[in-house]
């Protein structure tokens, strides 16, 4: 059984993980990484909860990523919409 080195792992392929994801090949192109993600889908609290009317507390200019800013038509983002901007990242 082989073992693969990894400089960094991320745990959860939500919002931050994907962005730590980002980030680590922008500052740090030497280091080797991976994300895991325990189900079979990235998004995190955006993929697992789908519920009728659920909505970020926080406005997208501030959750949003600086490398991808948030261009939605509403700055509270509903949880559909923040997950598609995350799959798209």
Do not use: N
């Not at 400089?7 to 919002?15: E, H, N, Q, T």
């Amino acid at each position: 059984m082989s073992t693969e080195h990894l400089d960094v792992l991320v745990v959860g392929a939500g919002l931050s993980g994907i962005g730590a994801g980002h980030y680590l090949q922008a500052e740090c192109p030497w280091a080797s990484y991976a994300i895991f993600e325990a189900r079979d889908a990235i998004g995190g609290t955006w993929d697992l909860f789908r519920y009728p009317g659920i909505r970020s507390d926080s406005d997208m200019y501030t959750l949003g990523y600086s490398f991808r800013p948030w261009t939605g038509e509403k700055s509270i983002a509903d949880g559909a919409s923040i997950l598609e901007y995350i799959r798209e990242t």
